[in-house]
């Protein structure tokens, strides 16, 4: 039982970390379209 849910809170982890790094990404694109746009 530890064991999965060490695996489950990891997952839940990662998947917030990804959804950062995807927010962030998406922040940076935007400042360089606007960039490259003025």
Same mark, same amino acid.
């Given at each position: 039982? &530890? !064991?999965?849910?060490?695996?489950?809170? %990891?997952? &839940?982890? *990662?998947? %917030?970390? !990804?959804?950062? *790094?995807?927010? =962030? !990404?998406? &922040?940076?694109?935007?400042?360089?379209? &606007?960039? *490259?746009? =003025?």
């Amino acid at each position: 039982i &530890q !064991n999965a849910y060490a695996k489950y809170v %990891e997952d &839940q982890n *990662l998947k %917030e970390m !990804n959804d950062k *790094l995807a927010v =962030s !990404n998406g &922040q940076l694109e935007f400042l360089l379209r &606007q960039k *490259l746009l =003025s």
